[in-house]
């Protein structure tokens, strides 16, 4: 094996073969021949990928390893880190796309060429892209040993997929392979706060101009952005700024300049006057220098306190602004109402710079326990009149699951985006140009700054919209109690009979079983595990699995991989939790995505009964025997639950029994939903007024 051979750990090789982990450390026990570790450690050790590539091909689990996670897995196991190789790969992607001729002359020479002459290439280009001074540094050709196959894979890549989108799948990948390593701007947010400062996606819409973003992270919010001619970024880590700076090199025409650094210790673009910023600063920051900034000329609305680094960058972001330009930061609730930051939301509400507070619902963003909130500021022009009002929104109401979906929304990958990104542009468009707007309930309201100019200067929505209607007052609550008057008789007539217990002498006779795994070799099943590809659809997540509600999460942007789409008849089993649960995808599911912690499984109708096959795979005793036990979290392995091995007759026989205990199931649903419904009605309406006792 070369030394310079990827390295591959038991989660790599699952992905690899779409199995489970539990497979995995079953393969190791059961078969002699299964490579040996290469590095790692003892409780994780790590493979050769080519060995393990080998392998899995002859033992028949893997027909051929697809280029994307061939590539991956070098990334993966590069000696310098995953990192530089993909800021590696990305400077090469760039390459390939501002300059494609001069590809084919490199890939033409040997490693040892390849690897002294690339350098001389990556200068050019990214000088040309960046200028002398920026965030993506040219490897020098000792840095690129060991890395020529890495490169040379990662443009038959590009070749199949596109640079951009190649470069977003592998930064994709690592993001996911390190959740608790970045802190990331979901794309619903993402896009909201591009469409409230710029326009983007809306018939509003106008060339944006000049974007900052001076915590730009990965570069979610500056992606955003539709339209504008120089993107400018800054971060304090500087993986993230040369990952960024990528990014956007290859997903935009604009201008890209991206620094590392601290923006508020060591502002990279003090001169910039820009049309618009978006942030999504670090929330809680006690360190953010507040003992050697406080003369600092950004501090035009007062000195931040220690505690509030949150106000600080509103600041730096109005600084960074040519005036009449927008800035949005997404900001924790607590900044909108402590006592130490009074004075300068006040400072903001008097000059006009803040503009509106826009109340998210909790799981929009991390940290995702909390609802976060959106300010929108404009820097004041001279000679023009501050605003006296202050828009603000709450989309608590807006976020929830559509009717009869099942629970509300309020859950991380769970929330309504449409509906909110709608709501809130609704009330921000007209009132951006009116300067008011009709109040709505519960929703949004204009409310004259006066108001707000006490001791607290509390900005908080909720505590200055009035209360929505009460849901439609006596009238609708009738409704909802003939609703389920009607669902509880539907409820009675559908539960089972009861049965005679077989007697104590007429034991069952054991049926001869066979494992799903085995199921999946004969080809009378097959298996797909979910993932996250790219899309604009829907997505089963197994909280709508686990509740029987609709599909209510969405694809991720920005991603190369295509999705599991589910089909009538497939069965889907959530593998995390430890509970004995299996649905049957019906018409009104069926085209959605197949999110992630979710098997799915395709029974050949000439050989398996969808219902029979669901129901045997919840039985208790069947999941017990199939789960894996850890410290913190159970996790089923699909491919050894059992079923009977009986006639496809029999099998429809079990099936329709399966079939009605279903629909009981959803029947107990619904009525438990209504009744929920009826009695914070009746409370809300005995309150408010409009149910008279």
Known sequence: MPESAAEVTAAGIA??????RAAVSNWRRRHADFPKPVGGTEASPSFALPEVESWLRAQ??????????????????????????????????????????????????????????LPVALEEVLTARYGLERAVRTPAPAELDGAVPLLRAVVDLAAETGARQAFEFLLGRHLDANPRQYTLTPPGPAALMAALATGSGTAAARPAGTVLDPASGTGTLLRAVDRATALYGQ????????????????????????????????????????DAVLCHPPFNERNWGHDELAYDPRWEYGFPARTESELAWVQHALARLRPGGTAVLLMPPAAASRRSGRRIRADLLRKGALRAV????????????????????RRPAPGVAASPELLLVDTAEQAAAPAGAGAPGGGRDKLDWQAVHTAVLDAWLPFDKHGTVDETPGASRSVP????????????????????????????????????????????????????????????ARLPLVTVGE??????????????????????????????????????????????????????VPVLGGGAVARVVDGATAGAALGRNLQLLRPDPAALDPWFLAGFLRGTANTRQASSYASTATRLDVRRLQLPRLPLAEQQRYGERFRALAEFEDALRLAGRLGEQLVQGMYDGLTDGTVKP
């Open 15 to 20: 992905r690899l073969a779409g199995v489970g």
């Open 60 to 117: 028949g689990k893997l027909a051929e390893v697809p280029l994307r996670e061939r590539v991956w897995q070098q990334i993966a196991g590069h000696p310098a880190g995953a990192v530089t190789a993909l800021v590696q790969s990305g400077s090469v992607l760039l390459l390939v796309h501002d300059r494609p001729a001069a590809w084919p002359g490199l890939a033409a020479l040997s490693d040892e060429r390849f690897a002294g002459l």
């Open 235 to 274: 971060d304090a880590d500087p993986d993230l700024a040369a990952l960024t700076a990528l990014r956007l090199a290859l997903a935009d025409g604009a201008e890209v300049r991206v620094r590392p650094g601290d923006s508020l210790r060591a502002d990279a673009f003090p001169q910039l006057a820009a």
């Open 358 to 377: 826009v109340a998210l619902p909790a799981g929009a963003a991390p940290p995702y326990g909390i609802p976060l909130h959106l300010w929108v500021l």
């Open 449 to 508: 700054v006066i108001e707000l100019l006490d001791d607290d200067v509390d900005l908080a929505p909720a505590r200055h919209l009035p209360p929505p209607a009460a849901a439609g007052g006596a009238a609708e609550l009738a409704g909802v109690r003939d609703r389920l008057t009607e669902t509880l008789r539907r409820t009675a007539a559908l539960t089972p009979p009861s049965e005679q217990p077989t007697a104590r002498a007429e034991a069952p």
């Open 519 to 572: 199921l999946a070799r004969t080809g009378a099943l097959e298996l797909r595990a979910g993932g996250t590809g790219a899309g604009t659809g829907r997505v089963l997540t197994d909280h709508d699995v686990l509740l029987g509600q609709a599909p209510s999460g969405t694809l991720p942007e920005g991603r190369s991989e295509e999705p599991v789409v589910v089909a009538p008849g497939d069965v889907v």
